[in-house]
T-cell receptor, first 111, second 116 residues
Framework: QKEVEQDPGPLSVPEGAIVSLNCTYS??????FMWYRQYSRKGPELLMY????GNKEDGRFTAQVDKSSKYISLFIRDSQPSDSATYLC???????????FGEGTQLTVNP | EAGVVQSPRYKIIEKKQPVAFWCNPI?????LYWYLQNLGQGPELLIR????????DSQLPKDRFSAERLKGVDSTLKIQPAELGDSAVYLC??????????????FGPGTRLTVL
């Protein structure tokens, strides 16, 4: 069983839709949770960063962490065609810097 | 501020040939990472350097892969000999390690390797 599970999609939504992306994990030592966005033929770029449980909002993006359920989510409001990309969840424990990534969800926002 | 630079961007070689990838991290970043990303998968760590020291190379296939980070700045990842299964994107990332442990990793565009 993988430490981090992520639905690979693909996910296709109309412009303006609310998008929900999710990951589950099994390692209770994970404390730092991230979402990366990766455009085709580019490297991943950090989108959201959350420590421990709770919510964090940045513009149209909201990240949620529920450590009791070992479940994290990324919500995108008013989705735009420019949001079309692969979204990777990543997480790591407090000690050390090894990031464990999900396999990524491919999102297409149709105009 | 310049980002992480990688070269070449694309490389096609025949199996059993050697290949090398180069990475220049963001200026001032003391930690450098090499990741392997297969198609449709998330990146997987190959090796992590803190300055010149390789502090995590447990996932590096040492029979054919090697890496170095001389002078604690840029780094080279080498494969010799390459196998068909090595076809993937090789990503380099860098970060500024901090006491709070909240370092952010910045990724380069990657080198896409095709082994024929």
């Amino acid at each position: 069983q993988k430490e981090v599970e992520q639905d690979p999609g693909p996910l296709s939504v109309p412009e303006g839709a609310i998008v929900s992306l999710n990951c589950t994990y099994s390692n209770s030592a994970f404390q730092y949770f991230m979402w990366y966005r990766q455009y085709s033929r580019k490297g991943p770029e950090l989108l959201m960063y959350t420590y421990s449980s709770g919510n964090k909002e940045d513009g149209r993006f909201t990240a949620q962490v529920d450590k009791s359920s070992k479940y994290i989510s990324l919500f995108i409001r008013d989705s735009q065609p420019s949001d079309s990309a692969t979204y990777l969840c990543a997480m790591r424990a407090v000690s050390g810097s090894r990031l464990t990534f999900g396999e990524g969800t491919q999102l297409t926002v149709n105009p | 501020e310049a980002g992480v630079v990688q070269s070449p961007r694309y490389k096609i070689i025949e199996k059993k040939q050697p290949v090398a990838f180069w990475c220049n991290p963001i200026s001032g970043h003391n930690t450098l990472y090499w990741y392997l990303q297969n198609l449709g998968q998330g990146p997987e760590l190959l090796i992590r350097y803190e300055n010149e020291e390789a502090v995590d190379d447990s996932q590096l296939p040492k029979d054919r892969f090697s890496a170095e980070r001389l002078k604690g700045v840029d780094s080279t990842l080498k494969i010799q000999p390459a196998e068909l299964g090595d076809s993937a994107v090789y990503l380099c990332a860098s970060s500024l390690e901090s006491a709070g442990g909240s370092d952010t990793q910045y990724f380069g565009p990657g080198t896409r390797l095709t082994v024929l």
